[in-house]
Nanobody, 127 residues
Framework: QVQLVESGGGSVQAGGSLRLSCAASGDGYNSAYSMAWFRQAPGKEREGVAAIDSDGSTSYADSVKGRFTISQDNAVLYLQMNSLKPEDTAMYYC??????????????????????WGQGTQVTVSS
């Protein structure tokens, strides 16, 4: 079993920053897992935001490139979010899985590619 616990969400004004954390634990946790952040806004599908592989490879959604940075320190996953926009408002979820490669390049993948999920942390950005 793998447990993922997110923290760091909150409310900020547009242009502000937040840092999300996700602590992984459990007998089933494997440091070789790829880790990712997904988000889901009300009425919308869950979408991949950023992912990191065990070798440090990263992948970002176009909408967050240059603003968000994913990193990992042992069993803790981070998402540094800068220059936040109202459209970044969503519930943010941490996920762990085997990792996705497309044409030999590391890719965020989709919701179905990840076996383990946290409960989410809310991010609200006001204009």
């Amino acid at each position: 079993q793998v447990q993922l616990v997110e923290s760091g969400g909150g409310s900020v004004q547009a242009g502000g920053s937040l840092r999300l954390s996700c602590a992984a634990s459990g007998d089933g946790y494997n440091s070789a897992y790829s880790m990712a952040w997904f988000r889901q806004a009300p009425g919308k599908e869950r979408e991949g935001v950023a992912a990191i592989d065990s070798d440090g490879s990263t992948s970002y959604a176009d909408s967050v490139k240059g603003r968000f940075t994913i990193s990992q320190d042992n069993a803790v996953l981070y998402l540094q979010m800068n220059s936040l926009k109202p459209e970044d408002t969503a519930m943010y979820y941490c996920a762990a899985g085997a990792g996705v490669y497309k044409d030999y390049a590391f890719d965020i993948g989709s919701e179905g590619d990840f076996a383990y999920w946290g409960q989410g942390t809310q991010v609200t950005v006001s204009s």
